[in-house]
């Protein structure tokens, strides 16, 4: 489990209540009706805009952004070399039963694409196509959190207003003036941290998790093709290469 999150979450509300002073924060910033304002407006709004088929998706996508694993570049582009040399050694059906081993479903796919005798060109545009609906169900997630963090502002403004609306019924009484628009102002509060403590945040991490996957998709492809192309291993292995930065190269 990724703990980055919870620093992120427990180092940006540390900083902002010692900013504001915790006697100050628990006296007047904690507002329950406030938050429930915001938070079930942007459950309301949420179910409004997205059909419950993808609404159920929400813990998968924060399954992803809590467990998300690191790619292991180095560990893809040895396996493409061994399966290489091994198809030079003993020819394609040597590699049937390593294929059947594959964890990543896009690597298999095309490696069994082209054990399956598919045309090169054929087998590229397949796998290039594959990469776009991949990425295409990656910015399902990454829209759903955006959304979000757009409605948290707005219903924290909503909030605000219903608390002006309250505070000028009640004028005649000076005393609650102050107190009063305190309070209409903290839904606003809840909304921007929601937005941009939570919301954002959490769909800028499966942005990255998402480019992060495109790039090793794309070497695994040039690893394929080149496999297919009948390249040496050595050419295999400096094409995928160039997708690591300098010093992954260095260390590899």
Known sequence: MDLSIFLGVFLGVFL????????????????PRALLIVVGGVVGASFIQFPFSQIKHTFSWLQVCFSHT???????????????????????SSVIKYIENIEDDFLKTGLQ????????????????????????????????????????PSFGLLGTVI????????????EAVGPGMSVALV???YGIVLANLIFLPLAGRLK??????????????????????????????????MYLSKNERNKK
């Open 70 to 92: 690191k790619q292991d570049f180095h560990k893809d582009i040895d396996l493409i070399v061994q399966l290489s040399n091994k198809i030079k050694k003993e020819g394609k």
């Open 163 to 174: 608390g002006l609306i309250k505070l000028l019924a009640e004028l005649e009484n000076p």
């Open 187 to 189: 839904t606003t509060f």
């Open 208 to 241: 990255n998790y998402s480019y992060e996957e495109q790039i090793k998709n794309e070497m695994l492809l040039v690893g394929v093709i080149s496999i297919a192309k009948g390249e040496l291993s050595f050419v295999t292995k400096e094409k995928m290469m």
């Open 16 to 31: 902002v209540t010692s900013a504001i002073g915790l006697n100050s924060a628990i006296e007047l910033f904690y507002h």
């Open 113 to 152: 694409l082209f054990i399956d005798n598919m045309e090169l060109e054929t087998l590229e545009k397949i796998m290039y196509s594959n990469i776009e609906h991949i990425n295409n169900r990656h910015q399902k997630g990454i829209h759903f959190f955006e959304q979000l963090a757009k409605y948290a």
